[in-house]
C-alpha cells in the first residue's frame, strides 16, 4: 500500500495493484470495445471482465451498470433521468453535495432540515417524485437512515448517492438509482459507476441520438484501474478505533471544539473539527508546516469564500474547521502525531489573537 | 462579553455571510443567547 506520511485530505494515491494495472491497460486496452478489430476484441473482453466484477462487488446486475467518465454528471443524470418534468418533487437533506441541491432547485426542490448531529429530520410522506438519498456525508461521515428514509416515502422513487463509500450493506432495500465514485475505494479520479435499477422509468435527459442510457465516453484504462482498486479495497472499520483515538483526544485537550456527528452513526474514516478563535486557512497552513495535510470546510479555504453548507445546515461552527480522512494503513503512531499537531497548532493560534 | 452581567445585551452588525450560522455555533458553545434582528445585525444576550 502506498502510504504518503501526513496525508489526512480526502484523497489516496492509487493502490500499487491499481497503479500497475493502470499502464498494462493503457497498453492493452486503449482501442474502442466496439469495433471488429483484434485490439477492439481484447478490449471488449477486458471490458466485460470489469463489469462483471463490478456486478459481484457491488451487489448490481451487469444490465444495470453504466460507466460514468465525469462523475459529478452523475449527480444530476441520477434524478434526473427519472424526472418527468420541470414539476417533479425532489426531496433532499440539507447535507447533500451542491450538484444535488443544484439539480433539485431544477425541478421542484423539497429540503429537508437536519439536526446538530447531521441526522435527517423525517416524516412519513405519501408525496410522489424522487427522493435523493445520500448514504452517507463526505464532510462529516454521518451516515443516514436509509431504510427508514424510503419507508417514510413509499410513493417517491429513489436516487441513492453512494459516492462516498463502496459499502453496500449501507444501501436500503428498495432504491432506483445508486450512484458510487472510484475515489472512495481509492480508485482513479474520473469514473463513476450508475446503478440504474428502474430502467422501465429510466429516460436518458440529455439530448440525444439513439438509445444509450447515458453518454458512454469513459476512459477504458481507468475503469479496469478502478476495479482493481476495488478489488483492493478493504473495510476500513479497523480505522474507526484510530478515529475514536482521535476524536477523544481532541475533545479531551482542546476546549471550544465543535466535532461534525457522532462517530458510531459514521463512516469510519472522516472526523470533522471545529474550533473557536482560530480560522480554518490558518489552521490548515499551520499544520502544513508541520508535515500533516488537511481538508477544511471554512469560508476562508473554498473558491467562493463560502462556509461550508454541511456544517451551517447542522448548526456546527464553520470557522476554524479541518477535516481528516483517515486512509488504510494508517497507524496509531501517526493519529497520536496528528493529534498532537492539532492541540499545539489551535493553542499557537490562539495565542497570537 | 466578559463585562457584561447576565440578562445584558449587545448588538452586533455584520456582513459577512457565516455570521448567523457560527453566532448560534458560538451561543450554543458558550452557553450565550443568539438573535437575529435583521439580516445584518443579530442581539447576544449573556445568560
Redesign the interface.
Known amino acids: 500500500m502506498v502510504r504518503v506520511t501526513g496525508n489526512f485530505v480526502k484523497e489516496s494515491p492509487l493502490h500499487p495493484k491499481a497503479q500497475a494495472a493502470l499502464a498494462a491497460a493503457f497498453d492493452a486496452g486503449w482501442a474502442d470495445p466496439k469495433k471488429l478489430s483484434q485490439v477492439a476484441n481484447r478490449a471488449n473482453r477486458m471490458r466485460a471482465e470489469a463489469i462483471e466484477s463490478l456486478a459481484q462487488l457491488l451487489s448490481l446486475r451487469i444490465d444495470e451498470i453504466e460507466v460514468l467518465g465525469e462523475p459529478l454528471l452523475g449527480h444530476y443524470l441520477s434524478i434526473a433521468g427519472f424526472a418527468t418534468g420541470a414539476s417533479t418533487n425532489i426531496f433532499y437533506g440539507a447535507t447533500s453535495r451542491s450538484e444535488i441541491i443544484a439539480t433539485a432547485r431544477s425541478f421542484t426542490p423539497h429540503e429537508i432540515a437536519v439536526g446538530l448531529k447531521g441526522d435527517i429530520q423525517i416524516s412519513p410522506s405519501t408525496q410522489s417524485g424522487i427522493f435523493a438519498l445520500q448514504i452517507a456525508n463526505g464532510e462529516t461521515g454521518v451516515i443516514a437512515p436509509s431504510q427508514q428514509i424510503v419507508d417514510a416515502y413509499p410513493n417517491a422513487l429513489i436516487a441513492c448517492d453512494a459516492t462516498t463509500t463502496p459499502n453496500i450493506s449501507l444501501l436500503p432495500n428498495r432504491w432506483d438509482s445508486a450512484l458510487f465514485d472510484s475515489q472512495s475505494w481509492a480508485g482513479p479520479a474520473g469514473i463513476a459507476i450508475l446503478g440504474i435499477r428502474n430502467s422501465k422509468l429510466w429516460k436518458n435527459p440529455f439530448p440525444h441520438i439513439g438509445i444509450k442510457r447515458v453518454p458512454q465516453s469513459y476512459s477504458l484504462p481507468l475503469l479496469l484501474s478502478s476495479v482493481v482498486a476495488l478489488e483492493a479495497w478493504r473495510n476500513e472499520s479497523e480505522l474507526r478505533q484510530l478515529n475514536q483515538s482521535l476524536r477523544a483526544r481532541i475533545a479531551k485537550e482542546v476546549h471550544d471544539c465543535d466535532i461534525a456527528g457522532d462517530l458510531d452513526k459514521s463512516l469510519p474514516s472522516i472526523a470533522s473539527f471545529s474550533f473557536l478563535y482560530c480560522h480554518g486557512e490558518e489552521l490548515v497552513r499551520a499544520l502544513a508546516l508541520r508535515g500533516f495535510d488537511v481538508d477544511s470546510g471554512s469560508a476562508c479555504t473554498s473558491d467562493d469564500l463560502a462556509p461550508s453548507h454541511v456544517l451551517a445546515a447542522m448548526g456546527v461552527l464553520t470557522h476554524g474547521n479541518i477535516r481528516i480522512t483517515l486512509h488504510d494503513g494508517s497507524t496509531q503512531d501517526d493519529i497520536d502525531a496528528l493529534a498532537t499537531a492539532i492541540i499545539e497548532s489551535v493553542a499557537q493560534l490562539r495565542a497570537q489573537r | 462579553m466578559s463585562e457584561l452581567v447576565p440578562g445584558e445585551s449587545i448588538e452586533l452588525l455584520s456582513d459577512d ?2 455570521t448567523l ?2 453566532l ?3 451561543g ?3 452557553n450565550n443567547f443568539v438573535e437575529a434582528q435583521g439580516p445584518e445585525t443579530f442581539h447576544i444576550t449573556k445568560k
Open positions: 455571510p457565516a450560522s457560527d448560534l455555533a458560538w450554543r458553545m458558550t
